[in-house]
């Protein structure tokens, strides 16, 4: 497993063609598209790294597999009446669904998608026991509780809310948001600005690589069926328009965030964290993917076999 994951890092270093760093906040925009990293987490615990796989990167939409999972474990299956799960095609940021399907989101990782999902968590809560909650289950699935919020990254993605504050008012108008958009905002800011390295991911991953059951810990998360449910909404949405695109390269289920990050799940065998911040055309981690794509092929862990 070492020697797989040191080939693919040392091959990493050699591309020339990075994709592009996410550039719509200054705290993306200033990170160094040269770093690579990955980690895997077998279920018995054993882990292997390469490259920088201990540095703390942002989540972004990489949040959204926790806080969906949050969101089921508090409403269950209530939270299909506030979005769907269905593949969008669309950018993560896109608007123009959200009005010919009456304001509900057509999943729960497109960027509608995880504001109505936090919306839901926000029940009953104040806005900051929403983002202790969020911060709390994170480090309980990574068993790991130094893991923080970048409040930079937060408060940056404030200044820049325009497009995410259209989708939030945009479905509030819909009656869809039950709590004042500025604060459902908030605590969509804060679990994207969440930060953790290759390691902790792979980790925070590892209940669903075992039937919702944390191996390592011997912590059961959530239920098999909910479980299988996850992860088949990170395989068909968990990268937006690329979905198909990743499906067809690596065949796992996986989710990608703007950070430059991808959690994907080998069912039954592993819990797989890349980071390279260059981002394709759509998104999604340029070497991350290659970087995957390249340990399906030498593992043969895609879930349609070799
Ligand atoms: O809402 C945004 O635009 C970002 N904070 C997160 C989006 C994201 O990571 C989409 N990923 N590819």
């Not at 289950?137 to 409040?151: G, T």
């Amino acid at each position: 497993m070492q020697d797989i994951l040191d080939k693919i890092a040392e091959e990493m270093a050699l591309r020339t063609d990075r994709g592009k760093v996410a550039d719509y906040i200054p705290q993306l925009a200033s990170i160094d598209p040269d770093q690579f990293g990955m980690a895997i987490v077998l279920p018995d615990g054993r882990q292997f790294s390469a490259g920088c796989a201990d540095k703390a990167f942002s989540i972004q939409s990489i949040s959204k597999v926790f806080t969906l999972t949050i969101a089921l474990g508090k409403i269950g299956d209530a939270i299909w009446s506030r979005v769907g799960r269905e593949p969008s095609g669309d950018p993560f940021n896109s608007i123009v669904q959200l009005e010919h399907e009456a304001g509900k989101p057509r999943n729960p990782f497109i960027n509608a998608g995880a504001i109505a999902v936090v919306d839901a968590i926000m029940m009953g809560h104040k806005p900051k026991e929403t983002l202790a909650e969020i911060l709390q289950f994170v480090r309980f699935v990574a068993n790991d509780e130094s893991i923080f919020f970048d409040s930079r990254v937060a408060q940056s993605e404030l200044l820049h809310r325009d497009r995410n504050a259209s989708l939030a008012h945009f479905m509030a108008s819909f009656g869809r948001i039950k709590h004042p958009v500025e604060n459902v905002l908030g605590a969509y800011f804060h679990q994207c600005a969440i930060a953790m390295s290759c390691t902790q991911l792979a980790n925070a991953g590892l209940f669903l690589v075992s039937d919702g059951m944390n191996m390592n810990t011997g912590v059961r998360v959530v239920s098999p069926q909910r479980a299988r449910r996850i992860n088949s909404l990170m395989l068909m949405c968990g990268h937006y328009d690329g979905s198909g695109e990743f499906a067809y390269r690596v065949g796992l289920p996986g989710k990608s965030g703007v950070g430059g990050g991808i959690l994907a799940i080998a069912p039954g065998k592993a819990s797989i964290a890349v980071w390279s911040p260059g981002l394709d055309d759509i998104g999604n981690s340029k070497l991350g993917t290659e970087a995957l794509e390249l340990l399906v092929q030498h593992t043969g862990w895609s879930i349609f076999g070799h």
